[in-house]
């Protein structure tokens, strides 16, 4: 299975789908010993289910899975809620930007080298491992000066002075108001960095593949021009921002983001590490240690879950006979995870996409560049 997984690594999202398939939904993944891939594959929801809820304190994400990622500290993206420490900010430009980047291509090979092969580059400070050296101190650098600003500001402030509201300020405001846990600057550090990783891609991975599915689908670009009935093109709103009371009588343009996000999921797999023998409700049996991959592009493409057309862009599925917007089961729609685990940040997810959509659709025409290839 290994080979050819391996071969068709280019397109690795659709061989997984067609593999998941023909398996019945869950397959074995048999490495070599110096590999980190020796795992179990599923898209099966009443598994995911299982693992993510029912039984999510024997599925944690292990030390195997801190240690490569590191570089989040101690923030609730890593954590096992064993310290249920959390909170998220923005942040610098390119410099920041590039440091996430050289961070997230060394995560990947962490999760496929050998531990030995990645731990040895760190030590002798080459490669991809080298370069985290420098994103430790981006990231330090800039969360030390957006803290100690958002401290100076809070602090300046008068006692019934409204601040500019981030998530930084809601996380210090928290432990101001709590006094329950020291707002250490490492805890600080961590939630941040957590945040910042977290969002960097997502959000825009998200709408621009709703542009592209939207060029190529016109029935549904058509249908979402339900943007110009609710905001009429005129000088005064050329260049407005639409709030959250405009959004929410919008149904058709949150239809297809969803689907979209169910489609081409921004994280298409989730990895969990067991700590005890366990029955999936499939009937495998997994053994103590066992890594397991769920594959969140491929639990979109269920034919058994979301129909003969589950290939297809159709808003109108997450469309109810009344009108509203459908809200689905996180073990059938695994976009924004589910359990303990799903996001914390999905409404505001939500509402960041579809200002953002609404905004563009309003005031632009979109193209996509003909004879330009694109894979998830």
Known sequence: MLPVLLTNFHRLHDITVEILESSGGTFIVKGAWFTNLDLMITRDPGNVHHITSTNFGIYPKGMGWKNRLDIFGNTLFNSDFDDANSFPVSFHETLLSNAISNACKAILDRHILPDSFWKLQKWLGIGKEGKLGDVWTTVDNVL????????????????????????????????????????????????????MFSSQDTTSTVLSWSFWLLLKHPVVEKRIQEIQQYFPQNVEMKWLAFGAKELNK???????????LRLLPPVPFEIRTHVKN???????????????????????????????????????????????????????????NAGPRICLGKEIAFTLMKMIASGFIHNYHIQVVENNPLNP
């Open 250 to 260: 919008l149904v058709y343009l949150p239809a297809a983001l969803c689907e979209t």
């Open 144 to 195: 030390a000066e957006q803290v100690s600003l958002k401290r100076k500001e809070m602090s300046n402030r008068m006692e019934d002075e409204d601040v500019d509201f981030n998530a930084l300020g809601l996380h210090l405001i928290g432990h101001e108001l709590l006094r329950t846990v020291s707002a250490s600057n490492n805890v600080i550090r961590d939630n941040m960095s957590g945040l």
């Open 278 to 336: 366990d029955t999936l409700p499939n009937g495998r049996r997994i053994n103590q240690g066992k890594n397991i991959l769920i594959c969140t592009h491929a639990m979109g493409r269920m034919t058994s879950v979301w129909g003969d057309d589950c290939h297809e862009l159709q808003p109108e599925r997450w469309i109810t006979h009344g009108g509203g917007i459908k809200h689905e089961w996180p073990h059938k729609f695994f976009a924004f």
